[in-house]
């Protein structure tokens, strides 16, 4: 990866009931052939992760993301009709959060820590372009009254880091009352101003 005219897709974030087998099934049938992965490694904080290649160009990533204890899916190309392809067989293959379904569970958890993971949640699938059905949660939760809920919209902001986010993680990293929050605000307005933070790695300020 990181060639410049490498083009990277949105994340397709697998839902609990999919299992280790479903995903093989899954890359058998459509013939991706395996290029390499990197075995997890608690200690050094490395994620499991494994790489198909779908032909000359385009590849498959499959992430296991300790940092936000999801999975998903990200598709890398030098053409989007290609890769919007591989993920339309991906979506059809798999169960994958839909954005609906992921902005339905964010607005359904009221209680502090399903209301975390479903931020989370909606910041890693988010789509790579602002929309406000998603801005307008993300910032709402980073507002909320609890500092673990604002945390995880900051988490959310590293995954999908639009410059929309500009303004609120400015007022977040010079007035949140916590300061956990403050400094990780700082760290991903950071990263977000260097043009870090982007797919496939967000900023991780706890590995810094």
């Known amino acids: 990866m990181g060639r410049a005219s490498e083009l990277v897709s949105r994340r397709l974030v697998l839902k609990d009931s999919v299992s280790p087998d479903d995903i093989e099934k899954l890359v058998v049938s459509?013939?991706?052939?395996?290029?390499?992965?990197?075995k997890r490694d608690v200690d050094r904080q490395v994620d499991f992760s494994a790489t198909w290649r779908v032909d000359e160009v385009t590849r498959v990533y499959f992430v296991e993301d300790d940092?936000?204890?999801e999975r998903y899916f990200f598709v890398s190309g030098?053409?989007?009709?290609e890769i919007e392809r591989v993920l339309d067989e991906i979506q059809s293959s798999i169960a994958v959060w839909t954005l609906d379904?992921?902005?339905l569970e964010c607005d359904g958890n009221i209680y502090p820590a399903g209301k975390g993971k479903a931020v989370v949640r909606l910041g890693v699938g988010a789509p790579l372009e602002a929309v406000d059905s998603v801005k307008d949660r993300i910032v709402g939760a980073s507002k909320h009254r609890e500092p673990r809920v604002r945390r995880r919209a900051l988490r959310a902001i590293s995954y999908t880091p639009w410059p929309e986010?500009?303004?609120r993680l400015a007022e977040l990293a010079d007035g949140d009352l916590d300061e956990g929050v403050a400094r990780e605000a700082r760290v991903v307005l950071q990263a977000l101003v260097d043009g870090a933070g982007s797919i496939p790695r967000p900023v991780n300020p706890n590995r810094l």
């Open 67 to 69: 940092y936000v204890d």
């Open 165 to 167: 986010y500009r303004e």
């Open 78 to 81: 030098v053409e989007w009709s």
């Open 30 to 38: 459509l013939n991706w052939e395996l290029e390499g992965y990197v």
């Open 101 to 103: 379904e992921l902005i």
